[in-house]
């Protein structure tokens, strides 16, 4: 049987509720007026009257944590190592085929639940 996917990924929006607060996203929108300037610092000679309307790109800055809404944490998350000193896997490493079938895990080699 093919194994189906359901995403419960939520948005990343400013001011997103997380844990600790440190953690919460901050997004600052910066609109096209704003971005005209900020193109002059980009392309020196260029000015408003060079952009159609003086108008330049828009721009979204994004303050995030990789705790910020949906995800999943890998190993090196808790430790640099595991299993015995082995290296711990990084979520680029982490096989998708693990998700959701361990319950608890051995944190520094002592059983336990995480």
Known sequence: MP???IDLSIAIESGLPSDPPLM???ITYMDHAMGAQTMELFYPGLTGKDLPGGLGWAVEHLEVSSHAGTH??????????QDNGK??????QFPLE???KR???RLHGQAGRL
């Open 98 to 100: 693990w998700s959701g």
């Open 24 to 26: 919460i996203p901050r």
């Open 72 to 81: 999943m944490d890998a190993p090196w998350h808790f430790h640099p190592t």
């Open 103 to 105: 319950r608890g895990g």
């Open 3 to 5: 194994r189906r996917f």
């Open 87 to 92: 290296p711990a896997l990084t979520i680029d």
